[in-house]
């Protein structure tokens, strides 16, 4: 699965939840629904988030060890 795929899923997801929660009567469950809504969006945010992010490893200078002045 592509990150755009991964993406649009977690959309139609949330958009599931939500249709779904229209369709009950009942407040807890509605919340329930529109909570998990809310989670699937945000959990799409974060994945557009991380996959705009570009990691750069740079290797870390060595310490000066207390053996370094006695040389």
Do not use: G
Not at 13 to 37: G, P, V, W, Y
Not at 47 to 56: A, G
Request: proline share 3%.
């Amino acid at each position: 699965m592509t990150r755009d795929e991964r993406l649009e899923r977690y959309r139609l997801n949330a958009e599931k939840c939500l249709t779904l929660a229209q369709t009950f009567n009942d407040h807890q469950s509605k919340r329930t629904l529109i909570e998990m809504a809310n989670t699937w969006l945000k959990l799409a945010e974060q994945h557009l988030k991380n996959s705009e992010t570009t990691l750069v490893y740079e290797t870390p200078t060595p310490l000066k060890t207390s053996d370094d002045d006695l040389k």
